[in-house]
C-alpha cells in the first residue's frame, strides 16, 4: 500500500447561495483544490452527494462534475452514504491512491439544498431513515437526535444546558471562519429560549440547510514531495455500519457505527485517543457531539457533557474539537460536510487558521455519519 | 412532491406488519424481528412469523414541533420509540395522551390508527400508534 498525503483542498463560501446551482459548487470548489494542489491533471474524481435527485432532480453527477470540470473522460464516481458521503468519497481516493489504481484523486462533496422548501427538504433528509419503519409514522432527523438526547439524558445526566454549550463553543469557532454560514456568538440562554423543533432540541441545536461544496486532492507522499507541499498524511482510515432504525439499536444513548470505524482507524494509524490534537465531528445536532465524543474515546461514557462543560473541547482545551465552527456554525451540506472536515484539519495544520489555531496540533481525526448513526468514516491525518 | 405518495402497491405491502403486527421470530435466539426479515444477525435463516404483543415499554421519546409535510396536520405530536418483545421495537406517535404525562418506562398499548393524507386526494394511510394503559 502507497502513503498518501492531501495535497490541495478548496472550499468557498457555505450558505444560502441562490445564485449558484449543484455543479457551479463542486465545480468551484473543485477547481480551488486543484490550483492549491498544483497539479495540471486528475487521473480520477470522487462526488460524494446525498440526494441531488430530490434536492435538485438531478443524477448521474460523474458524469456532470468531469464535464463541467473539462475532465472527461477520466473515471468519475458518484459515492452516497447520506450525510457520510463526503467523508466515504475521501476515503474511496484515498483507497484508489493506496492501492495504486491512480496517482491523482480529487475527492469532493456537495450539496445543493435550497431549491426545494423547507418541508421538502425535511422529507428528503428523512430518506436516510428507514422510510417504511419510521418516516411513515411521522419521525424526523431532529426528531431521532432527539430521542437520543432524551435517552441519554436519562442514562447519565447530561442536561439541557450541556447540549446547548455545544451550540455555544462551535459558533464561536465558526465566528471566525469567513465560509461558515452563521458567523454569530449565540448564549446557552439563546439555544435554549430558540424555536422548539423535537423535543428537547430547538432550532440552535440543530444545523442549518446548506448549499455549498469542499473537495480534495489526494496523491502519493512521494508526489507531493515533488510538488514541494507540506505533507499531510492520511494515515487511519475506518468505516462502519449499524442499524438503519435508530429503534434497533441494543444502546439508544450510543453510536456503534462511530466506535468500530474509529477502532479500525486507530488501529491502521497505531494510534489511541490519547494521540489524537483535535477533531472535526458529526454535529449535525449538539446531543451527536458528545455521543460522539464518547464513541471515538475522547472521554469515558456518559461523560462528554461535564467536559464540554468543562471547556475540554474549546480551542485551548484538552481535545479542540470542531474549531472550523462544526456543522452546526459552518453549515451542513450533506454530502459536502465530510470532504470539508479534512479541509478544515488541513488548514490546521497548515496554520491558517488565525484565532482559532491549534498550536503545535500534528495528529487530527474526522468523523463523518450518515442518518441516525447507520454509516460512519473516521478518517486520521498526520502532519509532518 | 410527488415521492412522498404512499402508493397502493407499496401501502399493501406493509399490511401484515401495519395491521397485525406480524413480525419475523428466530427460534435460536428467541429474538424477534419487525418486520419479519430473510435472516437473523446469528446468522439462522429459518425465521417464523408471530405476531407481536399489542403493549410494551416506552424507551425514549420527542415532541415533534416540525414535521414533515404529510404530517402538518397534526404537529405538534408526541412519537417515541416501544418495545413490544425482545428486539422488536416500533417507532410510533404516543396518541390521546397529555405530554406532561408522558415518561421513560412507561406501558403503552398499540391501537390502529390513522397516520397520514396521502397526496393532493388526501387518501388516508393507516398503521399503529400508541395510547398509555
Known amino acids: 500500500m502507497r502513503d498518501v498525503a492531501v495535497v490541495g483542498i478548496g472550499m468557498d463560501k457555505w450558505g444560502e447561495l441562490w445564485e449558484k446551482d449543484l455543479r457551479d459548487l463542486y465545480v468551484e470548489a473543485a477547481l480551488l483544490a486543484i490550483d492549491d494542489a498544483g497539479v495540471d491533471h ?13 434536492f435538485n432532480a438531478q443524477e448521474h453527477l460523474g458524469s456532470i462534475m468531469a464535464d463541467y470540470l473539462g475532465m472527461n473522460p477520466i473515471p468519475a464516481t458518484r459515492i452516497e452514504s447520506a450525510c457520510a458521503s463526503g467523508g ?6 484515498f483507497m484508489e491512491v493506496a492501492g495504486g489504481f491512480s496517482d491523482i484523486v480529487l475527492a469532493g462533496g456537495v450539496e445543493k439544498m435550497t431549491d426545494i422548501s423547507g418541508d421538502g427538504a425535511t422529507f428528503a433528509l428523512a430518506t436516510a431513515c428507514d422510510q417504511e419503519w419510521e418516516a411513515y409514522n411521522g419521525v424526523t432527523f431532529p426528531g431521532l437526535y432527539a430521542m437520543m438526547a432524551r435517552a441519554h439524558m436519562h442514562k447519565y445526566g447530561t442536561t439541557r444546558e450541556q447540549l446547548a454549550m455545544v451550540a455555544v463553543k462551535n459558533h464561536a469557532n465558526g465566528y471566525h471562519n469567513p465560509n461558515a454560514q452563521y458567523r454569530m456568538k449565540i448564549t446557552v440562554k439563546d439555544v435554549i429560549n430558540s424555536v422548539k423543533v423535537a423535543e428537547p432540541l430547538n432550532i440552535l441545536d440543530c444545523s442549518p440547510i446548506t448549499d455549498g461544496a469542499a473537495a480534495v486532492i489526494l496523491t502519493t507522499v512521494e508526489n507531493a514531495r515533488k510538488l514541494g507541499k507540506p505533507i ?7 468505516q462502519a455500519t449499524s442499524t438503519i432504525a435508530l429503534h434497533s439499536r441494543s444502546d439508544l444513548a450510543g453510536m456503534d457505527a462511530t466506535r468500530f470505524a474509529a477502532e479500525k482507524a486507530y488501529k491502521m494509524a497505531g494510534k489511541t485517543p490519547k494521540d489524537i490534537d ?8 449538539t446531543i451527536a457531539e458528545l455521543i460522539v465524543m464518547e464513541e471515538l474515546g475522547f472521554v469515558e461514557k456518559g461523560k462528554s457533557g461535564p467536559a464540554v462543560e468543562a471547556g475540554e473541547t474549546a480551542i485551548g482545551g484538552r481535545i479542540p474539537i470542531n474549531t472550523s465552527g462544526g ?20 488548514e490546521q495544520f497548515r496554520c491558517e487558521k488565525g484565532e482559532c489555531q491549534v498550536e503545535g496540533a500534528k495528529v487530527g481525526l474526522a468523523q463523518n455519519m450518515g442518518g441516525s448513526g447507520g454509516s460512519c468514516v473516521v478518517t486520521i491525518l498526520e502532519a509532518e | 412532491m410527488s415521492f412522498e405518495s404512499v402508493t397502493p402497491p407499496r401501502y399493501a405491502r406493509y399490511i401484515p406488519q401495519r395491521y397485525r403486527l406480524e413480525a419475523g421470530y428466530c427460534k435460536e435466539c ?7 426479515r430473510k435472516v437473523c444477525a446469528c446468522g439462522c435463516s429459518e ?11 416506552l424507551l425514549t421519546w420527542t415532541i415533534i414541533h416540525t414535521p414533515g409535510s404529510q404530517f402538518q396536520d397534526q404537529r405538534p405530536f408526541a412519537l417515541g420509540i416501544v418495545e413490544l418483545a425482545p428486539g422488536a421495537r416500533i417507532t410510533t406517535q404516543i396518541a390521546d395522551t397529555p405530554f406532561e404525562d408522558i415518561k421513560i418506562g412507561m406501558r403503552l398499548k398499540v391501537e390502529f390508527r390513522k397516520i397520514q393524507s396521502v397526496g393532493e386526494g388526501g387518501v388516508l394511510a393507516y398503521g399503529y400508534k400508541v395510547v398509555s394503559v
Open chain 1, 42 to 54: 486528475v487521473d480520477s474524481m470522487y462526488v460524494g452527494c446525498m440526494t441531488s435527485g430530490l
Open chain 1, 88 to 93: 466515504i468519497a475521501v476515503r474511496m481516493g
Open chain 1, 232 to 238: 499531510v498524511r492520511i494515515i487511519g482510515s475506518g
Open chain 1, 278 to 285: 483535535l477533531a472535526e465531528v458529526h454535529d449535525c445536532f
Open chain 1, 327 to 346: 456543522l452546526k456554525s459552518k453549515g451542513h451540506p450533506v454530502g459536502a460536510t465530510g470532504v470539508a472536515q479534512v479541509v478544515a484539519l488541513v
Open chain 2, 30 to 36: 428467541d429474538r424477534y424481528y419487525f418486520p419479519p
Open chain 2, 47 to 57: 425465521m417464523e412469523i408471530r405476531k407481536l404483543p399489542d403493549e410494551g415499554e
